[in-house]
């Protein structure tokens, strides 16, 4: 029999809806998004260490999140009962209570949906992947990490406040920019715009195609 094959989401594509039952109950993703940016996060199997210190991770900084109007929701190949359970158990031990939404997927619909299975890696267990969704539902940020390495949460922060602050501004960000430093001026697009960039001397210029501001 020929295995059935699934797209994956790209970058500037539409976030794939679906409705799924959570540890917040049944949820329809667009209406939870509702106008928020949201970050999903996938994780291959609960009780597993890695995926503790991840997902703890996230609630730790859930009220960051908050605040950048970001909304989370994890994943896992899991019924809600081991959700459940797992959640209770880490809060139990660690004190982290993991009040975000976690998918039980265990139809693997969402995981096809949003190319979390790798075969090479497994077929039953989602991989570390992350999607980060804007306001409009676009896919803007993906990044997969293979399953004995937990992700860098400085790493999805800095991401996200690059992305928000990229939209605000109309500008790009450089290599290992952060908050506060000086983003890139998007090139002249004609000979005009080239002979005003030359003559603007507000700009930190390398040359009149690399040019950085402050915010």
């Known amino acids: ?44 199997a609960d009780f597993t260490p890695v995926c503790t210190t991840e997902m703890s991770g996230f609630a730790v900084d859930k009220d960051w999140f908050a605040q950048k109007n970001t909304k989370l929701i994890g994943l896992s ?5 081991s959700h459940l359970a797992w959640v209770n158990n880490v809060r139990v031990n660690t004190g982290v209570y993991m ?10 619909n969402v995981a096809h949906l949003y190319g979390m299975l790798h075969p090479g890696a497994s077929s039953t267990a989602a991989v570390r992947a992350v999607f980060i969704i804007d306001p409009d539902m676009k896919v803007r940020l993906i990044m997969y990490y293979p399953l004995n390495v937990g992700r860098n949460m400085d790493v999805i922060k ?9 939209d605000a501004n109309k500008c790009a960000m450089p290599l290992n920019w952060k908050e506060g430093d000086k983003v890139i001026v998007p090139p002249p697009a004609n000979l005009q715009e080239m002979e005003e960039r030359i003559a603007d001397v507000s700009l930190e210029k390398i040359d009149f195609y690399l040019a950085k501001r402050e915010l």
């Open 1 to 44: 029999m020929e295995q059935q094959t699934y797209s994956m989401p790209r970058i500037g594509d539409i976030a794939p809806d679906f409705t799924a039952k959570t540890t917040h109950g049944e949820l329809k993703f667009s209406e939870y998004i509702k106008g928020d940016w949201a970050i999903m996060f996938s994780h291959p």
């Open 77 to 81: 190949i899991d019924s809600v009962h």
């Open 99 to 108: 009040d975000f939404p976690i998918i039980a997927d265990l139809d693997m």
């Open 158 to 166: 800095r991401s996200l406040v690059a992305l928000q602050t990229a």
